[in-house]
Nanobody, 129 residues
Framework: QLQLVESGGGLVQPGGHLRLSCAAS????????IGWFRQAPGKEREGVSC??????????DYADSVKGRFTISRDNAKNTINLEMNNLKPEDTAVYYC????????????????????WGQGTQVTVSS
């Protein structure tokens, strides 16, 4: 089963930035559509961003709440999926997870793949003064 490890979280002030990484030691993430999710206390897990790419095309999507502030990318050399978060807001505070996502019409969607069960520990992002 695909095992993913999230890292890069921390405590930052509003307006700060963080770079999260999602790593897999067993599989080549280039072969998967991967998404970032987050869950704040008392709230359901929500999709943040996803990416699907191959040698000829790339597609990425973002939740409306993070468009223009977050950027998802793939680092094939390190076999990681990264999430660059800029201009962080207190409402971004949550535990962030990565997971394979579904596909629709060749595009990734902000929901986990229906067969995925191996959620990692996540990485805590806290935005506070």
């Amino acid at each position: 089963q695909l095992q993913l490890v999230e890292s890069g979280g921390g405590l930052v002030q509003p307006g700060g930035h963080l770079r999260l990484s999602c790593a897999a030691s067993t599989f080549t993430l280039e072969n998967y559509a991967i998404g970032w999710f987050r869950q704040a206390p008392g709230k359901e897990r929500e999709g943040v961003s996803c990416i699907r790419s191959d040698s000829t095309s790339l597609y990425a999507d973002y939740a409306d709440s993070v468009k223009g502030r977050f950027t998802i990318s793939r680092d094939n050399a390190k076999n990681t999926i990264n999430l660059e978060m800029n201009n962080l807001k207190p409402e971004d505070t949550a535990v962030y997870y990565c997971a394979p996502v579904g596909l629709q019409y060749g595009r990734c969607v902000l929901r986990p793949h229906y067969d995925f069960r191996a959620w990692g520990q996540g990485t805590q992002v806290t935005v506070s003064s």
